[in-house]
Structure formats: structure tokens, C-alpha cells
């Protein structure tokens, strides 16, 4: 059965550069959402046992998904995908609850150790 991923960017460009990054071999069932509230929204219809997230989007951003689901205590793997490289945004979405951070533009080798860190990919 595919892991159901979100894919939560505002870019559709971004969107498209870190779906071709996952590993082509990965059995996963992608959804995409262009702003905070669209990954919500599929988290909460079970599309999300990973997410994938920036954190500069309209309407709700990054930190304000994390922020709801560690207030909601809802559960999902969350890779931030970010641009914002500084060393503080790394800590605050770490704080917040990701799992990892990979700066973009995302690649392959970028997501593979933190996959299998996790046991998320073999």
C-alpha cells in the first residue's frame, strides 16, 4: 500500500523540482497543497504520514501547519523544505516539531539519509 506524502510549497515550480527528487522507486501516493491550509486539510483526510513543507506560503505558512499540529497533537512525519537556511529557522521548526530540514532546491541526496534514518524508505 503507497505512504501517503503531502507536498505543501506554494511554488508550483518547487513542487514539481521536489516531487521529481523523491526516490523513483518509493511507493508513496502524492498530494500537493499551495498553501498551509491545504495541507491541513489533507492531513486530516489521511493523505499525510509524511509532509513535506515550506515555510514562506500565503494564507498560513510553515510554522503556523506545525504549530496546529503539535497544538491539535496530530501526528505526521514533517520534512521542511526551505530556503530560509538560517540557523534560527532551522531551530524554530525543529522546536515545532520537524523531523528534518533540507534547504532548497531539494535532491535526491538531500532526502535519502533522512528517509532512511527513519525508516521511511529501505
Not at 491545504?38 to 513543507?53: I, N
Not at 540557523?87 to 530540514?101: D, H, K, N, T, Y
Amino acid at each position: 500500500m503507497p505512504l501517503p506524502i503531502v507536498i505543501a510549497d506554494d511554488s508550483l515550480l518547487a513542487r514539481k523540482v521536489l516531487t521529481k527528487a523523491l526516490p523513483q522507486d518509493w511507493d508513496v501516493d502524492v498530494a500537493y497543497a499551495s498553501n498551509g491550509r491545504e495541507a491541513l486539510a489533507l492531513y486530516r483526510a489521511g493523505k499525510a504520514s509524511v509532509m513535506f513543507l515550506d515555510l514562506t506560503m500565503p494564507d498560513m505558512n510553515g510554522y503556523q501547519v506545525l504549530e496546529a499540529l503539535q497544538h491539535e497533537d496530530l501526528n505526521t512525519f514533517v520534512i521542511v523544505v526551505s530556503a530560509d537556511i538560517q540557523p534560527l529557522a532551522q531551530e524554530r521548526v525543529r522546536a515545532l516539531g520537524a523531523a528534518a530540514f533540507v534547504p532548497k532546491p531539494v535532491t535526491t541526496e538531500a532526502l535519502l539519509p533522512i528517509l532512511k534514518e527513519y525508516g521511511l524508505y529501505a
